[in-house]
């Protein structure tokens, strides 16, 4: 019983003096506070460096959509056109469709300012693709929507 006990008091000594470090090469770092800081064009250059790799698959591809939705930003227009040459190469349309959504619902309330000028800066490289905006296919309005009850 003794041994037991100070086994158990041995461990959680051990833990409580000797911090726990895990270390991960799969998961990429993001300083903050008094670590480096990365500017606005290394990160611009790091995702479409990302994107256009030529090994890209259809996992990756959403895995930085993810991570680039899940920031507290919208992605410049450079980055969104390589991901949509991304998703033409493994050609997967609806995702292409669904990151440009995406990109709009990030715009926030200021949607009618910087959405424009997100299309405006890809339209070229939709054109070339043969990619629609969700606009174009219907998709800003409800398909099956009834009318309020309240309306009538």
């Known amino acids: 019983m003794l041994k037991s006990a100070s086994g158990s008091l041995i461990n959680v ?12 090469a799969a998961i990429p770092v993001r300083w903050s506070h008094d ?3 990365e500017s606005d064009e290394e990160f611009d250059n790091r995702y479409e460096a990302f994107f256009n790799r ?9 895995q930085g959509m993810n991570d680039l939705c899940g920031m507290d ?20 349309y609806a995702l292409a469709v669904r990151f440009i959504e995406a990109c709009k619902n990030k715009c926030g309330p ?11 800066e890809i339209k070229p490289t939709l054109t070339e693709l043969g990619i629609e905006t969700p606009e174009e296919l219907g998709y800003d309005k409800p398909e099956l929507a009834l009318e309020s009850v309240y309306d009538i």
Not at 13 to 24: D, E, F, G, Q
Request: aromatic share 6%; with cysteine; proline share 9%.
């Open 54 to 62: 030529k090994d890209i698959d259809g996992w990756e591809i959403r």
């Open 13 to 24: 000594l051990k833990r409580s003096i000797i911090p726990a470090v895990r270390t991960s």
């Open 35 to 37: 670590g480096p800081v």
């Open 110 to 120: 200021k949607v009618n300012e910087i959405y424009p000028y997100i299309i405006q």
């Open 73 to 92: 930003l919208i992605p410049d227009p450079k980055i969104i056109r390589s991901a949509l040459h991304a998703c033409r190469r493994v050609n997967d």
